[in-house]
């Protein structure tokens, strides 16, 4: 993996808690840009579902379109709570194994780590 350098695009997922709205990010955002990244939303990223952040399966479908992008550099998973052992059986690990890229997250996102970093 290369390091990250200004300009490039960090892919903002939440694979366990939902965040509701912008302003609970923001200042990750802010910091982000500050350090001259450009971040890019996953599709699913202001889901609502209950507590989480959309359903198992869109959760992991924005794990797994973060790492389909090639101009996506890292990804970094905004919020953490509980639930992303459960978005585990829908990853695409070929797809996430041929475009390798670093994943920052705390707490529950560390079991989609490790699964990551097993398979």
């Not at 965040?19 to 202001?46: C, M, T, W």
């Not at 709570?81 to 459960?86: D, E, L, N, Y």
Request: glycine content about 6%; aromatic content about 8%; proline content about 6%.
């Amino acid at each position: 993996m290369e390091k990250l350098c200004k300009g490039d695009k960090i892919a903002l997922i939440a694979p366990s808690a939902q965040i509701g709205s912008i302003a609970k990010i923001e200042k990750g955002l802010n910091f982000l840009q500050s350090l001259g990244f450009e971040p890019v939303f996953a599709p699913h990223l202001y889901e609502v579902r209950r507590y989480m952040a959309g359903t198992d399966r869109e959760r992991a479908a924005d794990v797994n379109w973060a790492f389909a992008q090639p101009e996506v550099k890292a990804v970094v998973c905004v919020r953490a709570a509980a639930g992303a052992a459960r978005i585990l059986p829908y990853i695409d690990y070929e797809l996430i194994k041929r475009n390798p890229k670093p994943l920052i997250g705390f707490c529950d996102n560390a079991a989609l780590m490790l699964a990551l970093n097993k398979k």
